[in-house]
T-cell receptor
Framework: NAGVTQTPKFQVLKTGQSMTLQCAQD?????MSWYRQDPGMGLRLIHY???????DQGEVPNGYNVSRSTTEDFPLRLLSAAPSQTSVYFC???????????FGSGTQLSVL | GENVEQHPSTLSVQEGDSAVIKCTYS??????FPWYKQELGKRPQLIID?????GEKKDQRIAVTLNKTAKHFSLHITETQPEDSAVYFC????????????????FGKGTHLIIQP
């Protein structure tokens, strides 16, 4: 099992550009989520999904879109990047019956 | 919603001494309390967790205690070693939300644990 795989590891964008952060898991987890991590702020939930075709907003959803067409994949889209979106992004997954979260290795995003 | 406060934000201890990190939560319905360790540049990883029907749980040098009445829980690391240096996050989960229609896990802001040689 590869676990939770995120790509890319690093990305630099200019203000206004769009991009997609990829997340895939091979553990057949129903639940997938995206967090952002900023210094002194801990981990804040952006969006989550409890299964294919179902997504919902977390604590800080503005500026981000998600979709869940398959159980394995949960991409995060930035439609028009802003400097405030400079952060480290983590994808995480788990089963619906167990709260233990498995994290991906993270994407460090800089928006200039 | 749930609010998790974590203290201290930075903790420096001598190698071999004990370290204690404390968290408080606001929602009395929360019943699952995990602790994650994040080494520099790495992903958070679960190190220990506790449910509300248990007051204490140990795993070798680490232990977690829970006081439901006071709504606080703590991570204890004994005989600290250099590899314990990391950021530690506590979290609380409300079973009403986990898995059903919302995310139940709320994280604290983290504690940077520094082990001095």
């Amino acid at each position: 099992n590869a676990g939770v795989t995120q790509t890319p590891k690093f990305q630099v964008l200019k203000t206004g550009q769009s991009m997609t952060l990829q997340c895939a898991q091979d553990m057949n987890h129903e639940y997938m989520s995206w967090y952002r991590q900023d210094p002194g702020m801990g981990l804040r939930l952006i969006h989550y999904s409890v299964g294919a075709g179902i997504t919902d907003q977390g604590e800080v959803p503005n500026g981000y879109n998600v979709s869940r067409s398959t159980t394995e994949d949960f991409p995060l889209r930035l439609l028009s990047a802003a400097p405030s979106q400079t952060s480290v992004y983590f994808c995480a997954s788990r089963t619906l019956r167990n709260e233990k979260l498995f994290f991906g290795s993270g994407t460090q995003l800089s928006v200039l | 919603g749930e609010n998790v406060e974590q203290h201290p934000s930075t903790l420096s201890v001598q190698e071999g001494d004990s370290a204690v990190i404390k968290c408080t939560y606001s929602d009395s319905a929360s019943n699952y309390f995990p602790w994650y360790k994040q080494e520099l540049g790495k992903r958070p990883q679960l190190i220990i967790d506790i449910r509300s029907n248990v007051g204490e749980k140990k795993d070798q040098r680490i232990a977690v205690t829970l006081n439901k009445t006071a709504k606080h829980f703590s991570l204890h690391i004994t005989e600290t070693q250099p590899e314990d240096s990391a950021v530690y996050f506590c979290a609380a989960s409300n079973p009403m939300y986990s898995g059903g229609g919302a995310d139940g896990l709320t994280f604290g802001k983290g504690t940077h644990l520094i082990i001095q040689p």
